[in-house]
């Protein structure tokens, strides 16, 4: 083991019992030559369902459940986890995920070259089924059109914290606002400042499910739309340059949406036109503890 990293795998769950099995599973099946796992931390942060008692069916001594009653949100909760963490590497998994294959975490440990301070993974759409799924799906499509290979994948956009990988020294200096709800741009705006690394590992994903109604597409969108501005607040005005793409790349996307789906990539700048007017009239405020559940993305289908 003198070659191979120590990873520690962080869950932070609110009510994640229709997936947490599965979740799990697919973690403890993992394959490598270049890591191992030191251990499996489940926050349950409050959660009200069967999440706890499914955790704790596990038979593994590996998994670590940490079970609060009350609920503090993401960001209080990674804090939390990221005191615990001595590992080489913290990889964070969102609850509502399943990994694709039983490569996943040794190819967010691959990307990491000295100097290297947070590995982002991809994610993609499970089998949408209703409308609004296929809709999101198109969206999908346009919008890592957009970003795949703006600065050679080094850029904010890319780092989806649904599976994103984190040394140990930038864990180190990893502290976030309490109520915080962009904590994916945050960890990423923190690496820059560390003047560490980025890499995008395209090839290690996981599968998610997007919003299935048109309440919790709007939901999702004005909040993720949102998330930059509250960084001002912690990083100053010049933050906001880091979400800056150039328009030759959105236009490229635009066009190749519609050359794939004209009517689906019609109805997708439709819904995001409503998303952002409604923005317009009534901006969005977050709740007590950072965000607001899109329930329809928590169940795999």
């Given amino acids: 083991m003198k070659n191979k990293k120590t990873v520690d795998v962080v869950i932070c769950a609110y009510n994640e019992d229709e997936n947490i099995e599965r979740l799990l599973k697919s973690i403890i099946s993992q394959k490598g030559e270049n890591f191992y796992i030191k251990k499996i931390i489940v926050v349950s942060d409050g959660s009200t369902d069967s999440t706890v008692s499914k955790v704790k069916s596990f038979r593994n001594s590996e998994i670590e459940l940490i079970e609060y009653s009350q609920r503090m949100g993401l960001a209080a909760r990674l804090n939390e986890v990221f005191l615990r963490s001595k590992s080489d590497v913290c990889i964070k998994f969102d609850g509502d995920v399943i990994l694709s294959s039983d490569k996943v975490i040794s190819r967010l440990v691959s990307g990491f070259a000295k100097g290297v301070g947070l590995v982002a993974g991809f994610r993609i759409a499970d089998n949408p089924k209703s409308f609004i799924e296929k809709v999101h799906k198109m969206g999908d499509y346009i919008w890592h059109s957009t970003k795949r290979n703006l600065n050679n994948g080094d850029n904010v956009h890319n780092h989806q914290g649904s599976i994103s990988a984190m040394s140990h020294e930038l864990v180190t200096c990893l502290r976030m606002p309490q109520g915080l709800y962009g904590t994916d741009d945050f960890v990423y705006v923190k690496n820059r400042e560390a003047g560490l690394g980025f890499v995008f590992a395209e090839n290690a994903f996981v599968y998610f499910r997007n919003p299935s109604t048109f309440f919790d ?49 019609l109805c997708y700048f439709a819904l995001e036109l409503f998303v952002r007017l409604s923005l317009v009239i009534k901006p969005y405020v977050s709740p007590r503890f950072g965000w607001e559940l899109s329930k329809t993305t928590k169940s795999l289908v």
């Fill in 217 to 265: 597409y709007l939901l999702q969108h004005r909040r993720n739309l949102s998330a930059k501005h509250r960084l001002e607040k912690y990083f100053g005005d010049g933050v906001l340059e880091v979400y800056k793409i150039p328009r030759s790349y959105k236009m490229r996307a635009i066009v190749l949406g519609f050359v794939k789906s004209p009517a689906y990539a």
